[in-house]
């Protein structure tokens, strides 16, 4: 089964402070994603990336950046956390075409 | 522009009964539609797709979804629900042609299943 990990369940920054999430896969998926999930909101794309060194604004890009230096891992930046970016963050990975994605357990991002 | 609606936040059923999730999309061209379920405190897991052919899909723990193509939808069904299948039921939709890789989630139905 194909594994996505992300390296914290929670964390908990000060504004203003640089966070940085972490996603690996390993199955060598092409395309990875990085989605927020908020009560009410359901999950909005933040980036994702189809290719090494490729990366695309999603719905809601402001105050991310992403990085993506391996195919397998695509890191989510927070460049000054500020408290309205509090939220389950989820990164997932896929293939090229059809099928679904898989998802991370998920990172709970507190900022305080 | 993709989109896809959850009507419902929450469904509630008896152990036993049949339960439908409903979920109605919008793209432009032919649509790859998706459901996708979360447990308290994880990711979220493929339960099905739908991408051509036969309108019901068939996926994981006896779930199955109809493909509407006159009423864009996909509603998400289990003939028996079971108190295990309490969780957040998301729907999704990609449209290859235009969206390229992006999926689009609805916003999520919580399913409860009472003993």
């Known amino acids: 089964d194909v594994k996505v990990t992300q390296s914290s369940r929670y964390l908990v920054k000060r504004t203003g402070e640089k966070v940085f999430l972490e996603c690996v896969q390993d199955?060598?998926?092409?395309?990875m994603f990085w989605y927020r999930q908020d009560p009410g909101l359901g999950l909005r794309l933040i980036y994702f990336s189809y290719d090494v060194k490729m990366k695309e604004k999603g719905d809601i890009p402001e105050g991310y950046s992403v990085s993506r230096e391996k195919n397998e891992r695509f890191s989510l930046i927070l460049e000054s956390a500020s408290t309205n970016q509090t939220s389950m963050y989820l990164c997932a990975s896929s293939e090229q075409v059809g099928p679904g994605y898989t998802f991370g357990s998920g990172t709970r991002l507190t900022v305080v | 522009a993709q989109s896809v609606a959850q009507p419902e936040d929450q469904v509630n059923v008896a152990e036993g009964n049949p339960l439908t999730v409903k979920c109605t999309y919008s793209?432009?061209?032919?649509?790859?539609l998706f459901w996708y379920v979360q447990y308290p405190n994880r990711g979220l897991q493929f339960l099905l797709k739908y991408i051509t052919g036969d309108n019901l899909v068939k996926g994981s723990y006896g779930f199955e979804a109809e493909f509407n193509k006159s009423q864009t939808s996909f509603h998400l069904k289990k003939p028996s629900a079971l108190v295990s299948d309490s969780a957040l039921y998301f729907c999704a939709v990609r449209d290859p042609y235009t969206g390229g890789f992006k999926t689009i989630f609805g916003a999520g139905t919580r399913l409860f299943v009472k003993a």
């Open positions: 793209v432009s061209g032919n649509p790859y």
């Open positions: 199955m060598d998926h092409e395309n």
